[in-house]
């Protein structure tokens, strides 16, 4: 474990009944540092998230994060609330389906605003000022302010995702697959929105993707996966560019050219 | 003042997919940069000049030896070094002019070029006003700046790309056949600015097909040939 590291994953294995979700697995993850984590479906990417970010007991390992005040403290030695206090305030959760980090029945303001109640904030007109500033950071026309998120598309729907999750100003974020499921044209816009978000405002981000382009635009490192472990981890370029275990070679050698 | 010292460094490729045949690159590449200097790779094209050269910006993994880097007031060793201490190193010392574009789509060509400077922590106007000039050096139509240059030319690409590499002022310069493509105005204008970082004291490392080019910058010239590992059959 690294001193100076954000997060600390140790030995974390997570077992479903007999089969492994992942094994073994163990790394730091520094501040202002996005760590990608590709491989194919079934590889173990989305449990080693979930057993990470603290929504899937794991069967051993240990996760560790240093808090704003700096003492490090282990996420499946706390108490439930205070895990579930940290998830709402100091982390942020990117879902691939929108629909699975929003509250549909309520107003795009409302779910910006949402967060920013759960951390103490009362007074209603900062709270609709702040959701407007956010739907203007992640490209939303603020007259959509008070329309529910089943008016909007696909595209629309993961940007106010992100300005829900974001809006609390949050030290780590994770993200499962966050351009999954976009056409390309409103894939490239949210890479160039979440990229400057994430270097404006100094976020760590555990980034899970099967898409290899989107994990070199995005991550500064990169762990590759197969069969619920870590096969090849280091500096993106380095593992695209001159994979060294057969697994990575084959995931790189197979990707499409346009 | 040294730069930048390889010593003993060795390479090969083992590809998995082919039964995992062991290419063997180079053996026992010793290299010494110095401030001021621009030292032309040569060989043969397939010699390896561009695979040294990914190596030395620890694009490439070394199998064997060293390559240190002056990093600020510390040397670091690129073949060990930890990626976030790499990264930092690209970031404030070591500048990479490749024969690629690699950006994200939809970004302006400006911000793209003035994007290095704010990793330096430059303010975002003082780096925009910086790539600029820089663009307008290299006869970018300013009409094109708010545009992604992934839409351009590979002549267009290949000067944003020479102009994201030189806004920055980087210790050390590493050029991968940076006028190649390039009309006979825009070549001087990149062989000025060659000269102009050598005057700075910026240390440089070049790939460059025309001799006339290699004559015009370079301090000496450092053939890989004398590297070349030796494979069976």
């Known amino acids: ?258 | 003042m040294e730069m930048l010292r390889a010593e003993n460094v060795g390479k090969s490729f083992t590809l998995h997919v082919q039964d995992s045949t062991v290419i063997s690159v180079f053996e026992h590449i010793d290299f010494t940069l110095n401030k001021g200097d621009c030292i032309a790779l040569t060989g043969a094209s397939g010699a390896g000049k561009s695979t040294f050269m990914r190596m030395i910006y620890a694009n490439y993994i070394c199998q064997e030896g060293s390559i240190r880097v002056r990093h600020g007031a510390d040397w670091v060793d690129m073949v060990s070094a930890p990626p976030h201490e790499i990264l930092d190193v690209r970031r404030q010392t070591m500048g990479y002019v490749s024969q690629f574009l690699r950006v994200i789509p939809r970004v302006a060509t400006l911000d793209i070029v003035a994007d290095p400077l704010k990793a330096m922590g430059v303010e975002v106007e003082v780096a925009r006003g910086r790539a600029a000039v820089m663009l307008r050096r290299l006869n970018i139509p300013e009409a094109l700046w708010s545009l992604s240059p992934l839409t351009f030319s590979g002549g267009e690409q290949q000067r944003v790309n020479i102009a994201r590499g030189f806004v920055a002022d980087y210790p050390i310069m590493l050029l991968d056949e940076p006028t190649a493509s390039l009309d006979a105005g825009n070549r001087a204008v990149v062989l000025d600015l060659i000269t102009e970082a050598k005057t700075r004291g910026t240390a440089l490392i070049g790939i460059f097909h025309d001799e006339d080019v290699r004559e015009a910058v370079c301090t000496s010239e450092f053939d890989i040939t004398k590297f070349r590992a030796v494979n069976d059959g």
């Open chain 1, 1 to 258: 474990m690294a001193m100076n590291s954000l997060l600390s994953v140790e030995n974390l294995t997570v077992k479903y009944g007999d089969r492994v979700g992942c094994r073994n697995v163990g790394f730091d993850l520094f501040p202002g540092e996005v760590l990608g984590v590709v491989g194919e479906s079934g590889s173990g990417k989305s449990t080693l998230l979930n057993a990470v970010s603290g929504q899937l007991p794991p069967h051993s390992g240990r996760v560790s994060y240093k808090t704003r005040l700096n003492d490090r403290c282990d996420i499946y030695g706390m108490t439930e609330p205070e895990r579930r206090f940290l998830m709402r305030t100091d982390w942020a959760f990117v879902h691939q389906n929108p629909r699975d980090g929003l509250r549909m029945s309520v107003s795009a303001g409302a779910n910006i605003g949402e967060r920013l109640m759960g951390v103490g904030w009362r007074h209603y007109g900062e709270i609709r000022e702040a959701g407007l500033n956010w739907l203007e950071k992640v490209e939303i026309d603020d007259d959509r302010v008070d329309d529910l998120p089943s008016t909007f598309s696909g595209g629309m729907l993961q940007r106010l995702q992100i300005a829900r999750n974001l809006v609390s100003k949050p030290r780590l974020v994770f993200m499962d697959e966050p351009t999954g499921g976009l056409d390309v044209s409103v894939q490239a816009r949210l890479l160039d929105l979440l990229r400057g978000l994430v270097s404006d405002l100094g976020l760590s981000v555990m980034i899970v993707t099967h898409d290899l382009a989107v994990a070199r635009l995005l991550s500064h490192r990169l762990m590759v996966m197969q069969g619920g472990q870590v096969v090849e981890s280091g500096l993106t370029d380095q593992v695209l560019d001159d994979p060294q275990h057969p697994y990575s070679q084959l995931l790189v050698s197979s990707i499409l050219q346009v």
